[in-house]
């Protein structure tokens, strides 16, 4: 059953078309992989599924409430049910990383302090962080920040985990314990994952399925060998990792041919 | 002609969008402020209120004190020298008594606070905006008008007038300095006139005005902060302007009020 349908969803910005009558089914439990190269997308697609902006049409439905249409206090119900790790972690700077992680549960949950302080750090020791909570995010590292961040995202026990380039500006160990920290949280909250990521090596450790997104279309939604395997140009190039040709282009061409000829170049 | 009448027309409604965007912030401000309040409120919010109240109010006490003291003596001296003329140096205690408090305290309070707390604000909001903390805060189902705004909003609400009070205080103070060193005019004798020529309607205008600028003040500071888009440098420019609009905004209320207070008054 799907807990994420996305339906005919387009989003134009001044005119321009960024996304292009998607559709999608997410179902529980699965890890979704939306897969992209810079400006396919990707991220227009992600602020649609989490409601942060309202597309020009089509739907966004997530256990079963349209995010699009729905009334505020339908999308703050769901958006309990979803725990979000952006890119830049987005922790709040004034607040420590326990005070980070505490937030939604002191929030929007009538616990005890005892047992939010236990939660908390429960949240943090599942992501290596025990005995950081009394830091600053100034005062963590990137890779720590990004955890602490998944830590934030677990608070509530969310249905849905997102993670917005979880390996971006990581090396390449830090990427992998992140990578190993989806799918160990997956494995123990068992919950429904959605990763957006151009990190092929990421992407095809943790994926369910991925969905290859170009130029605001779907080339394909599959497995991870259906990707694998297909044939489609686009994501050849992609997963071959060909350069596009810029420099040889008939228009860059001519207009360096066109330069090279003018008189002020060849008097 | 025709191009210019368009350009008069399109800055037309850019100011309207503007008043608009500050309309519907005070609206949304205002039905949040209740979260904010002691009690009935949200504990956290109204912590994070005093906290603003400190930042906002106290932390700003000694410059506005300093400023006021200056602008006293300014304003007795610059009196003192023309009223000595005809005989009518008492009046110097009148004039700074009911100027401090009808206009000058909570104009210059208003201009401090401005400088100082506006710019904060709008900067502080301005990089949440950046660094994704506000689409954190919607993702986490928080209403960042209530759990940004509305703090602010309270701290400044309360904070303001007693500035003002303490700038008029100290403009007054001024007053006797500039009194006792041309005459030898004891404090309790200047108390006692100074409360014979103020009667209590200056003291409330003079607050009612302080209140307003309060609003006004963090009203712009926020709708720049969230306004912001791009980078750094999108905060710098906000800073700026979320000074400068409000510093105009303060005075052109300001005279709106004192138009009021003007023509309501008895002559």
Redesign the interface.
């Given at each position: 059953m799907s807990i994420i349908s996305v339906r005919n969803l387009v989003v134009e910005y001044a005119g321009r078309r960024v996304l292009d009558g998607l559709n999608l089914e997410i179902e529980a439990g699965e890890t979704m992989v939306l897969l992209g190269g810079s400006g396919a997308g990707k991220t227009t697609l992600l602020?649609n599924l989490?409601?942060?902006e309202r597309p020009q049409s089509g739907s966004v439905v997530i256990k079963e409430v349209d995010i699009t249409r729905c009334s505020p206090a339908e999308l703050?119900?769901v958006?309990?049910s979803?725990g979000?790790s952006?890119?830049?972690a987005?922790l709040?700077?004034s607040l420590t990383v326990e005070e980070n992680v505490a937030?939604?549960l002191?929030?929007?949950t009538s616990l005890a302090p005892s047992i939010i302080e236990l939660d908390v750090w429960m949240k943090l020791a599942a992501v290596g962080l025990a005995d950081f909570g009394k830091l600053y995010p100034q005062e963590l590292s990137g890779g720590m920040r990004k955890r602490a961040s998944v830590a934030r995202a677990l608070a509530l026990d969310p249905e849905i985990l997102v993670f917005d380039e979880p390996s971006a500006g990581l090396d390449p160990i830090v990427a992998a314990e992140l990578d190993d920290l989806i799918l160990f949280s997956k494995r123990v909250f068992q919950m429904t994952v959605v990763v957006v990521t151009h990190e092929l090596a990421s992407a095809f450790r943790i994926a369910d399925r991925i969905a290859m997104l170009y130029q605001g279309s779907f080339l394909a939604v599959g497995t991870k060998d259906e990707i694998r395997a297909s044939q489609n140009p686009h994501i050849r190039q992609f997963l071959d990792r060909v350069p596009d040709t810029i420099a040889t282009a008939h228009v860059v061409e001519s207009f360096f041919e066109k330069y090279l000829s003018s008189p002020e170049v060849t008097p | 002609m025709a191009k210019f009448i368009e350009s008069v027309g399109r800055d037309t409604l850019k100011r309207l969008e503007y008043v608009g965007g500050l309309s519907i912030g005070l609206w949304a401000a205002v039905r949040a402020l209740r979260t904010a309040l002691p009690v009935t409120g949200n504990r956290y919010r109204w912590k994070a209120s005093i906290v603003q109240m400190l930042q906002i109010g106290v932390e700003a006490t000694p410059m506005v004190g300093l400023m006021a003291l200056c602008c006293g003596f300014i304003l007795a001296m610059q009196g003192g020298s023309e009223l000595r003329r005809y005989g009518a140096l008492s009046l110097v205690i009148d004039l700074v008594a009911i100027g401090f408090t009808r206009e000058i305290g909570p104009l210059l309070t208003a201009i401090a606070v401005s400088g100082r707390s506006g710019s904060a604000i709008s900067a502080e909001i301005g990089t949440m905006v950046v660094t994704e903390e506000i689409d954190t805060l919607k993702v986490m189902a928080f209403e960042p008008v209530e759990f940004v705004m509305a703090p602010k909003l309270l701290g400044a609400l309360i904070a303001v007038p007693c500035l003002t009070v303490v700038c008029n205080v100290c403009g007054i103070f001024a007053g006797w300095i500039y009194m006792f060193f041309s005459t030898h005019l004891g404090l309790k004798l200047y108390l006692r006139e100074v409360l014979d020529s103020l009667v209590l309607r200056d003291v409330v205008s003079g607050l009612i005005k302080s209140i307003a600028f309060a609003a006004i003040i963090v009203l712009v500071g926020c709708l720049e902060g969230f306004r912001v888009r791009g980078g750094p440098e999108a905060v710098g420019r906000s800073t700026t302007a979320a000074v400068v609009k409000s510093t105009f905004l303060v005075i052109v209320a300001d005279m709106f009020f004192t138009a009021i207070f003007y023509f309501t008054g008895k002559h």
């Open positions: 602020r989490l409601g942060l703050k119900r958006r309990r979803i979000v952006f890119q830049s987005a709040f700077n937030l939604a002191r929030e929007h | -």
